[in-house]
């Protein structure tokens, strides 16, 4: 069964990066879409970047500017760069691994803090 792992999360300042890493098992084959979402403790699930398999971005508009996405489809892996944090980027982080017919692998999550 297809497993997503995320990682890099963690507690960072104000102004500070981090860069979160999610790798997709190679059995999960036909990847399209991979994505990056939020979620805030009673908030919704929100999406922060995704990007497709021809590597087109989209961001949401509070991430503009200071995220980055990128992907390594060789290494089925994909990267979520984020700089000039705020504290209202404090959330669990989670990828999401879209295959071509649809079915979506979500990993369990990473931590980011943003405190000084």
């Known amino acids: 069964q297809g497993q997503v792992v995320e990682s890099g999360g963690g507690l960072v300042q104000p102004g500070g990066s981090l860069r979160l890493s999610c790798a997709a098992s190679?059995?999960?084959?036909?990847?399209?879409?991979m994505s990056w979402y939020r979620q805030a403790p009673g908030k919704v699930r929100e999406l922060v970047a995704n990007i497709s398999r021809d590597d087109t971005t989209h961001y949401a508009d509070s991430v503009k500017g200071r995220f980055t996405i990128s992907r390594d489809n060789a290494k089925n892996t994909v990267y979520l760069q984020m700089n000039n944090l705020k504290p209202v980027d404090t959330s669990v982080y989670y990828c999401?691994?879209?295959?071509?017919?649809?079915?979506?692998?979500w990993g369990q999550g990473t931590q980011v803090t943003v405190s000084s």
């Open positions: 190679t059995s999960i084959l036909s990847i399209n879409a």
């Open positions: 999401a691994v879209r295959q071509f017919n649809g079915i979506t692998f």
